[in-house]
């Protein structure tokens, strides 16, 4: 038998890993897993961990090494960078075995595989530390980075902007699929070596994305930001607003709010603008360079509208494992699933208080229904919280948790509604304004589930056993339950003080009696 064949077949099957991660499709649990992603600016270590459709990051740490700093000028590596990058993965290999999440698997992108020195990096980096660095090219990370935003956003569509320190990447997605793909050197490491100041720069710029926009076609749909320098432009739009849901994944921008940003970028002291928004001052010096580009993109493709993704290529490389079955689950129900079997008092009571309460909301849009099965399967997940700040701890993990597939409205939602779990009024806590980006409905139907759920959860039998039933008649205004004998005696006091105030917030007349 051929060993380097075999060798070489495995490569293919599984990709950088050379292992299976999701080798059965029924898999709910991803076993921890390390990814360390070698890019132009920054090196990083993520450990990934939780449910298999929706992995969260056990750990990240980053290092900028600026490996792509005088590539252009040099051909080389950036020398300082290069030790750093050493000392970093050095690090992150003692670090892994610690969290038991060997072997790492790690990629190089645009810096290594263009540097003349880049494969005796890599050589140096596998005598060392015995790790194997897969230097990828420009179409594979773009290919990467856009089913990153797969694995957040399940059949999306649009236009992926993936940007590294020395190149950026355009990806087109649709129907779950990544389409055509392009790489370009407009990374801000290089761009700032390009002579004649802003206006040189301005006009490179302008030359090299028209010649993306000749390849890649028009593009009117949805445009997904990649990478660091994105993610830092994203929290200065949020300081220039004064946006109070510091959430990088899934925020809006317009196209009139970057230029806005843009301008505020060049108008603002960079030193005081980094410290504001919790920028390294590395990652500041590169910001303004992506800004104009961005604002070109803008400006050529003319997107539908802009959305920041926190998954990029080491996502990608998750995502590219899992089986069909596997991706074709939503990442947020899946997600909230692994919370409760971790943490509620009784995992599997989520989906009978489903079904108890969906009679009320019988009516909901598809996409509101699966946030009402997400509040389901969390309601119980934080009571180990003191009682005092328990609601406030439900709003503040469904807003800020690493939860995928969530618009900001729905993280704040879902957060009103576990905070109404908790307690009848909403008035009072640090959160308020936050309230005002729903609007009066959505604050009251966010008010109606919370009490349905308070209400539901005082009738505990066993996980499978549903206690009764609801029935809603909207135009009558009437509310009635009807309750199992086995259940009645749960219907005490307290509980019936929670169900008249569900019923007061649905302005419905009660109708409780008990069936045989």
């Known amino acids: 038998m051929d060993v380097s064949a075999s060798a070489d077949q495995k490569d293919v099957e599984w990709g950088p890993f050379e292992r299976p991660l999701f080798s059965d499709p029924s898999v709910r649990h991803l076993s921890r897993v390390g990814v360390v992603d070698v890019g132009s600016n920054s090196v990083r270590l993520v450990v990934f961990d939780g449910a298999a459709r929706s992995p969260a990051y056990f750990y990240n740490e980053k290092i900028m090494c600026a490996l ?40 190089a992108t645009a810096a290594v595989r263009d540097a003349e020195d880049g494969q005796d990096f890599v050589d140096q980096v596998h005598r060392e530390t015995g790790l194997r660095i897969n230097v990828i090219p420009g179409a594979e990370e773009a290919r990467l980075s856009a089913q990153g935003v797969l694995l957040g956003w399940p059949g999306s569509y649009g236009l992926v902007c993936d940007i590294g ?10 129907g779950g699929q990544v389409g055509r793909r392009v790489t370009s050197a407009l990374g801000p490491l290089k761009l700032r070596e390009i002579p004649g100041g802003r206006k040189g720069r301005r006009a490179y710029i302008k030359q090299v994305v028209a010649e993306l926009l000749d390849q890649m076609g028009s593009q009117r749909d949805r445009l997904f930001l990649v990478g660091g320098s994105w993610r830092a432009i994203a929290r200065i739009d949020m300081d220039r607003q004064a946006y109070p849901l510091h959430v990088l994944h899934e925020y809006r921008m317009s196209t009139k709010a970057i230029r806005a940003t843009a301008d505020y970028i060049r108008e603002s002291d960079l030193n005081e603008l980094r410290g ?29 509208d802009i ?9 990608g490389m998750l995502y ?13 129900i899946e ?18 208080l489903y079904k108890f309460i969906h009679p009320i909301f019988r009516a909901a849009k598809p996409e509101k229904q699966r946030i009402i099965k997400a509040a389901c399967l969390l309601h119980d997940v ?29 993280r704040i939602f879902l957060g009103l509604a576990l905070l109404h779990r908790y307690r009848n009024k909403r008035e009072g806590t640090s959160f308020e304004n936050l309230y005002g980006y729903l609007t009066e409905a959505e604050q009251l139907q966010a008010e109606i589930l919370g009490k349905a759920m308070r209400f ?15 029935r809603w008649y909207p135009k009558k205004r009437v509310l009635e339950l009807r309750l199992s004998e086995a259940a009645w005696p749960l219907l005490g006091e307290v509980a019936m003080s929670r169900l008249k105030s569900l019923a007061g917030s649905l302005d419905a007349t009660l109708d409780v009696r008990m069936t045989r």
């Not at 504001?276 to 580009?293: G, H, K, N």
């Not at 539901?456 to 609801?470: Q, V």
């Open 68 to 107: 792509g700093a005088g590539l252009s000028e040099t051909g080389r590596l950036n020398p300082e960078g290069r030790a750093r990058a050493l000392a970093a993965i050095k690090r992150f290999q003692l670090l892994a075995h610690g969290m038991e999440a060997t072997p790492l698997t790690a990629v």
């Open 165 to 174: 320190g020395s190149s950026l990447e355009l990806a087109e997605i649709k």
């Open 276 to 304: 504001r928004c919790s920028i390294s001052s590395a990652r500041m010096e590169l910001v303004p360079f992506a800004s104009e580009v961005l604002t070109e993109i803008v400006s050529a493709f003319r997107p539908h």
């Open 307 to 315: 959305a920041v993704s926190s998954y990029g290529i080491r996502e």
């Open 320 to 332: 590219q494992q899992m089986p069909q079955a596997l991706r074709d689950r939503d990442p947020l």
């Open 335 to 352: 997600a909230c699933r692994f919370a409760e079997a971790k943490d509620a008092r009784l995992p599997g009571f989520g989906r009978t």
């Open 382 to 410: 934080t009571w180990r919280a003191h009682p005092d700040y328990r609601a406030e701890v439900c709003f503040d993990n469904a807003t800020r948790a690493n939860l995928g597939g969530l618009k900001h409205k729905e």
């Open 456 to 470: 539901g959860a005082m009738l505990w039998l066993e996980a499978d056993a549903i206690p009764g039933e609801f």
